[in-house]
T-cell receptor
Framework: DARVTQTPRHKVTEMGQEVTMRCQPILGHNTVFWYRQTMMQGLELLAY????????DSGMPKDRFSAEMPDATLATLKIQPSEPRDSAVYFC?????????FGDGTRLSIL | AQTVTQSQPEMSVQEAETVTLSCTYD???????LFWYKQPPSRQMILVIRQEAYKQQNATENRFSVNFQKAAKSFSLKISDSQLGDAAMYFC????????????FGTGTLLAVQP
């Protein structure tokens, strides 16, 4: 079965460090989403791309977060500098004509 | 703006029994999709079932079925013959028509299954 692949699965780092999370969408899917899951806010959309072009990044703190799709097989989400409040699970999902398929998420802990 | 509300933070069911999880939503759109996702402790997000708003017939997937009431904006999930493996967080989600639109999630219902 085709799957969305996210790396790393876990990341622990100190406040102020740069964090990069990667996502490989399912081949042929033209839309990639980044969601963040926290206890307080639940699941919320950070940004998404269609055909590699950013469509909506209004859920993302612009001063420290950036999302890119350098090519159709890779999406990245960067945090610089990271803060303890960024600790969460970050999900990538991809879609084409059907429902969104989620990766297993990156659990990020900022100390 | 569209919203999704799950009013039951936690539910419990005995193995082999039936349980219903509630979800309501608010939208001014007429064409949309509704989903139930399951998130077990492994934190995967697994699609359980989906419903197209233009279809009057309720969706079913094996032991999982929905009660879709469009006028009432209600979308409940019924799990029949509950199994221990059904224990998980369940999220209701809304999406405007178009597969490449974002999902809007409810806050989730944690389902426990008692042996």
């Amino acid at each position: 079965d085709a799957r969305v692949t996210q790396t790393p699965r876990h990341k622990v780092t100190e406040m102020g460090q740069e964090v990069t999370m990667r996502c490989q969408p399912i081949l042929g899917h033209n839309t990639v989403f980044w969601y963040r899951q926290t206890m307080m806010q639940g699941l919320e959309l950070l940004a998404y791309f269609r055909n590699r072009a950013p469509l909506d990044d209004s859920g993302m703190p612009k001063d420290r977060f950036s999302a890119e799709m350098p090519d159709a097989t890779l999406a990245t989400l960067k945090i610089q500098p990271s803060e303890p409040r960024d600790s969460a699970v970050y999900f990538c999902a991809s879609a084409s004509y059907g429902p969104q398929h989620f990766g297993d998420g990156t659990r990020l802990s900022i100390l | 703006a569209q919203t999704v509300t799950q009013s039951q933070p936690e539910m419990s069911v005995q193995e082999a029994e039936t349980v219903t999880l509630s979800c309501t939503y608010d939208t001014s759109e007429s064409d949309y999709y509704l989903f139930w996702y399951k998130q077990p402790p492994s934190r995967q997000m697994i699609l359980v079932i989906r419903q197209e708003a233009y279809k009057q017939q309720n969706a079913t997937e094996n032991r999982f079925s929905v009660n879709f009431q469009k006028a009432a904006k209600s979308f409940s999930l019924k799990i029949s013959d509950s199994q221990l493996g059904d224990a998980a967080m369940y999220f209701c989600a809304y999406r405007r028509s178009g597969a490449t639109n974002k999902l809007i999630f409810g806050t989730g219902t944690l389902l426990a299954v008692q042996p």
